[in-house]
């Protein structure tokens, strides 16, 4: 995948600002993959440049800080500018493009040419597909481009002509085209606890949809190397029972929400570390179908135990503790050791002394660990603080368990000797008394 970081130009018109982003456009060179990924060396991509006009209205952001966008001043046939005029369907959270260049945030833009259902290449007006997504979080989109009717400076003056594309091109060397239909995410990647619910956020806008027409929905799930269909549905607006298959228990999508509102996504209840992956919504209406892509991570923190509640050392005989990390998920997990005698101000790592035990995974995915550290009376006298600290992905912080280390306790056998000897004692010292009298 080639990430281009879409330079950002924005000017008030008269509806809102314009967005502007560099992009490139896809041609199959042979071999497989598809928009988005795939084999990168199988396509041949050329720079071009797309151009939202009015993207989003009443923009807030102050005039002094546009910067205008302006076709080149000699339109050139060998340009690649998509021109996207003022849109013609709603894109759901499109200002978040305005502020991606001040955030810091990389747009990935990619084209290529579409064909709609019973349609050929050469089929007019020419269609486009075009992806943009934020990377890190944020939209994601996936744009049918439609072309538009150019005109030409006067009616006997030759019109401009796309070299690659063929197509005819504005006066501003642009080639027009309109949205006709989005499918969109606006969380393309969602993390979730087992045992959680979550809804996968999709959905669709399309222009000049026909009353009563029917929305294809697919939900599928692709996770290392393996996939199967999640959930489909077709819906109309007259439906009062649409068809639909589910393939998980707790799964369901609104057919009422997809029609109405064109709100495509999906709900799960009760989730696995099986259900972690790819999901793929495809949704399809008219002559038109795309997809967005949704990634769902299962996520468990590990719980973190010692073995010993309190360690003392009674003699010289090294004294093993061991950290238990219990049911977590995903696998990376990271334990530190640390400790800090009563001379110490600060903590000294022992990492490299400890030992680790083979992963264990439980029949629900999850993982189990263990660190073991060898403690020495030498080294760690009474009064030595010992921690174990777990980071892994599920913790916002790392999660650390302790304990001290306590002054040996006096021996029994010690005070039996003792206790021994003064009987004694007073056994002969009244023996002696009783000889003298």
């Given at each position: 995948m080639l990430s281009i970081l879409g330079f950002l130009s924005?000017?008030?018109g008269l509806e809102?600002?314009?967005?502007?982003?560099?992009?490139?456009l896809i041609e199959e060179g042979g071999g497989m993959g598809g928009l988005m990924?795939?084999?990168g060396a199988m396509f041949k991509r050329t720079p071009s440049t797309l151009v939202f006009r009015d993207l989003?209205?009443?923009?807030?952001?102050?005039?002094?800080l546009v910067t205008p966008y302006n076709p080149p001043e000699t339109p050139n046939a060998d340009d690649l500018i998509f021109e996207l005029m003022l849109p013609s369907i709603h894109i759901p959270n499109a200002d978040l493009l305005l502020h991606a260049d001040c955030n810091e945030q990389e747009v990935v833009c990619e084209i290529s040419r579409y064909v709609p259902r019973d349609a050929d290449m050469d089929s007019r007006p020419a269609h486009f597909i075009s992806s943009v997504q934020l990377v890190g979080g944020g939209i994601s989109l996936t744009l049918v481009l439609q072309t538009l009717h150019s005109e030409t400076a006067q009616p006997d003056t030759q019109p401009l002509v796309q070299s690659k594309l063929n197509l005819t091109l504005s006066q501003s060397g642009t080639l027009l085209t309109e949205v006709v239909f989005v499918v969109f995410s606006r969380v393309p990647s969602i993390v979730a606890p087992i045992g959680g619910d979550v809804l996968l956020d999709c959905g669709f806008r399309q222009k000049d949809s026909v009353p009563g027409q029917e929305v294809a929905l697919e939900w599928r799930l692709q996770h290392r190397?393996?996939?199967r269909k999640i959930l489909q549905m077709n819906a109309k607006e007259t439906d009062m029972a649409p068809d639909v298959f589910v393939d998980?228990?707790?799964t369901s999508a609104e057919a009422d929400l997809l029609v109405r509102d064109g709100n495509a996504s999906l709900a799960m209840q009760g989730?696995?570390?099986?259900d972690e992956g790819t999901y793929i919504c495809t949704v399809g209406s008219g002559d038109f179908q795309t997809q967005q892509i949704v990634q769902l991570h299962i996520t468990q923190p590990p719980h973190v135990t010692l073995s010993e509640e309190k360690l003392t050392f009674q003699d010289s005989t090294p004294?093993?503790?061991s950290c238990h990390c219990n049911r977590y998920y995903p696998l990376d997990v990271q334990v530190d050791w640390f400790t800090q005698t009563p001379s110490e101000e600060e903590p000294v790592s022992f990492t490299r002394e400890s030992s680790l035990s083979s992963h264990r995974q439980h029949s629900d995915g999850t993982f189990s660990l263990s660190s073991y550290l060898t403690l020495r009376p030498n080294t760690h006298p009474p009064g030595t603080v010992v921690t174990c600290r777990v980071s892994h992905p599920a913790l916002e912080i790392s999660s650390d368990v302790s304990l001290t280390v306590d002054k040996p306790e006096p021996r029994k056998g010690f005070w039996t000797v003792i206790l021994m000897l003064a009987i004694s004692g007073l056994f002969l010292y009244q023996a002696f008394r009783g000889a003298e009298n």
């Open positions: 924005l000017v008030y809102g600002a314009d967005v502007v982003l560099s992009c490139s990924g795939g084999g989003v209205e009443n923009a807030d952001l102050s005039p002094e190397g393996n996939g998980r228990e707790g989730l696995k570390v099986t004294q093993k503790l």
